[in-house]
């Protein structure tokens, strides 16, 4: 099956730096790969994904890069802000027309904005 | 707006119990999941459904069972509970590509 490495555990930037989490999975037939982010006390909450069939996806300062040879895909964030102070949780699954079979979750990244 | 609900925030259960589970969703979706989130292991993907009567197994199903017996509802059932159980278990529900999660149930077996 597959398996999905996280890294950093734990990332610590000053407010306005820049924040890069990054994920590896093992399963080169894996297609879909989201981003999620948890904030205490409530639920995961999709925030960015993409598909194997691009390298890199931008929503406003969060930006996805997918590196397929590689297998890893990182998380940007620019201009971080203390709203950002969460964790962060990469998946990786294949998505076919009828579904997904289920997320395969890294083990997530708590990032804190130092003020 | 999606809607799933799962039917206890906060529960406590003694050890060698029957739990009951159970996930709701408003939105008409075939396909329903039940994860478990341990600090440190991230979430772990325990079943799956992708229509009624129609289960399958995910990476941790050992000690779980699902029952799917309407569309909008999948229940998540640990035959006798035991404390490595205790953990909060998260339902979610498949849109277009993203998952949707439930609020959560936090679960404790003493």
């Known amino acids: 099956g597959e398996n999905v490495e996280q890294h950093p555990s734990t990332l610590s930037v000053q407010e306005g730096d820049s924040a890069v989490i990054k994920c590896t999975y093992s399963?080169?037939?894996?297609?879909?790969f989201p981003w999620y982010k948890q904030e205490l006390g409530k639920r995961p909450q999709l925030i960015i994904d993409i598909r194997s069939n691009v390298g890199e996806k931008k929503d406003q300062r969060i930006a996805v890069t997918l590196n397929k040879t590689a297998k890893h895909f990182s998380l940007h964030i620019t201009e971080t802000q203390p709203e950002d102070s969460a964790v962060y949780f990469c998946?990786?699954?294949?998505?076919?027309?009828?579904?997904?079979?289920?997320?395969?979750f890294g083990k997530g990244t708590h990032l804190i904005i130092q003020p | 707006d999606v809607k799933v609900t799962q039917s206890s925030r906060y529960l406590v259960k003694r050890t060698g119990e029957k739990v009951f589970l159970e996930c709701v969703q408003d939105?008409?979706?075939?396909?329903m999941f039940w994860y478990r989130q341990d600090p440190g292991l991230g979430l772990r993907l325990i079943y799956f459904?992708?229509?009624?009567?129609?289960?399958e197994k995910g990476d941790i199903p050992e000690g779980y069972s699902v029952s799917r017996e309407k569309k909008e509802r999948f229940s998540l059932i640990l035959e006798s509970a035991s404390t490595n159980q205790t953990s909060m278990y998260l339902c979610a529900i498949q849109g277009f590509h993203e998952q949707y999660f439930g609020p959560g149930t936090r679960l404790t077996v003493t």
């Open positions: 459904s992708y229509d009624v009567k129609m289960k």
């Open positions: 939105m008409d979706h075939e396909n």
């Open positions: 399963d080169s037939a894996s297609n879909y």
């Open positions: 998946a990786a699954t294949l998505y076919s027309g009828g579904g997904a079979d289920g997320l395969t």
